[in-house]
């Protein structure tokens, strides 16, 4: 158990790039696209449509319409003007693995314009199949697809999950939605009346198992659980040591508050098991161990799509006001300064500009991390978080 029994993992040396590409999940932008939507995110599995339509009916509450390609549109404007203002003159393009712009149109448009070598850059930060590989098998088929493969080159960056640009906005949400409960309810002791729960996607336990390289050993559920746990302890940490915060005191209380990784948004047949325990079951039991108030963390989420407004937002606040519980749910990175210049920061690791002051093309940026797990790979291990399906082509890997 520990970083030291990674295997070796040699940062790329900086490469040019002539575009970046936001990859994304893609989501129905009116009430006709859900179930299509629906069909491609489950395509290969024969999920009837009845089956369908139960998820269907999160989408339909909101006119059928996803948030997340309004926060994708917002990120690639945001990370668009990040580039121009440190002086980096490269397009920002954006596919999606399940709707509209698709990946495939996406590739075929930006060999149109002359790009040849894309950076991708993924809404995606910890490692399991359905957050790393599987994006990049979508790469891989979107450059066999529109049959570019020898004349498109696709490197992806590492999965940021530890990166302080991904971690600043959570660790200031968390200490805000910490002082706020104090303030709403001034008579609790949050060290022992107050639970902050870090909630992430639920994978099948096999999924988990087989996240991150094979040889890793992070534990029981493999790397997608220990990540989440390495950076809920930074956040706990960090969160608390904010010293004097404009509120006349230390904040180094909120660092003793307790804490747990929960799971959200379970799907797939009730026999398989997935990582738990859920959010809502665990919201019950504190509530019944004298727990007054929970923070709910989307840690495993970057921006406030469909799982943080339904799942959390509906069903989590709704379980925790019948057990009586005061919540707040704390903000995802979104647009963050922080975030959006993070990601940018992992962009300029990877990238070798012509005649760039700060040294030689081969020189090898810092590359932070902010638990002992990180840097992640750029260049994802043999076997790394393995399709439960089966082999298929992938790019920015050693395969298989
Ligand atoms: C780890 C993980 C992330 C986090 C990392 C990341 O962000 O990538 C994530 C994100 C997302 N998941 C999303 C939506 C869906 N995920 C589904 C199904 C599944 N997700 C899984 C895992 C994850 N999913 C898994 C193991 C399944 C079942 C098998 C499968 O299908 O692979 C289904 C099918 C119906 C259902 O089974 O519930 C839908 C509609 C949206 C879009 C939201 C919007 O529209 O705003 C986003 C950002
Ligand atoms: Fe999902």
Redesign the pocket.
């Known amino acids: 158990m520990g970083p030291q029994t990674l295997p070796d993992r040699e940062p790329q040396a900086p490469a040019p790039y002539d575009a970046i590409l936001l990859v994304s999940?893609g989501?129905p932008e009116g009430q006709d696209d859900v179930l299509p939507f629906?069909r491609n995110?489950?395509r290969g599995r024969g999920i009837p449509d009845e089956r369908l339509e139960e998820?269907a009916h999160h989408y339909r509450h909101f006119g059928g319409v996803?948030?997340?390609n309004d926060q994708n549109r917002a990120l690639q404007a945001a990370l668009a003007a990040e580039l121009e203002s440190r002086g980096i003159d490269l397009p920002v393009l954006w596919g999606n693995r399940n709707w509209d712009p698709f990946l495939t149109d996406a590739v075929r448009e930006a060999h149109a314009a002359g790009h040849r070598r894309l950076l991708a850059v993924v809404?995606?930060a910890?490692s399991?199949y359905?957050?790393c590989r599987q994006y990049r098998e979508d790469l891989a088929e979107a450059l066999i697809e529109t049959g570019l493969e020898g004349e498109m080159h696709i490197d992806k960056v590492r999965q940021y999950f530890d990166h302080p640009g991904f971690v600043t906005p959570f660790v200031e949400g968390v200490r805000e939605a910490l002082l706020r409960t104090q303030e709403k309810l001034p008579e609790i002791d949050l060290a022992r009346e107050a639970h902050v729960l870090f909630a992430t996607?639920s994978?099948?336990t096999t999924?988990a198992v087989s996240s991150g390289p094979p040889v890793a050993n992070l534990g029981p559920d493999g790397a997608y659980a220990a990540q989440h746990r390495a950076v809920a302890e930074v956040v706990m940490a960090s969160a608390g040591a904010g010293g004097d915060l404009g509120t006349g005191g230390s904040a180094a209380h909120l660092a003793a508050v307790p804490w747990s990784l929960v799971y959200q948004?379970r799907?797939?047949a009730p026999s398989t098991p997935w990582l738990e325990p859920d959010i809502n079951d665990a919201i019950t039991e504190l509530a019944e161990q004298g727990t007054k108030a929970v923070v709910i963390v989307p840690l495993?989420?970057?921006s406030d799509?469909?799982?943080v407004l339904w799942d959390l937002d509906e069903e989590a606040m709704e379980t925790a006001t019948e057990a009586g519980l005061h919540a707040e749910r704390v903000p995802t990175p979104g647009i963050h300064p922080a975030y959006v210049g993070g990601l940018i920061d992992l962009v300029t690791e990877r990238l070798a500009v012509a005649g760039e002051a700060s040294g030689p093309a081969s020189e090898v940026k810092a590359r932070p991390a902010l638990t002992p797990l990180g840097p992640w790979y750029d260049v994802c291990r043999p076997g790394c978080c393995a399709n439960p399906r089966g082999p298929k082509p992938a790019l920015s890997g050693i395969a298989p």
């Open positions: 999940f989501g629906l995110v489950t998820v996803s948030p997340i809404t995606s910890y399991s359905s957050s996607h994978i099948p999924t948004s799907s797939g495993g989420f970057v799509h469909m799982e």
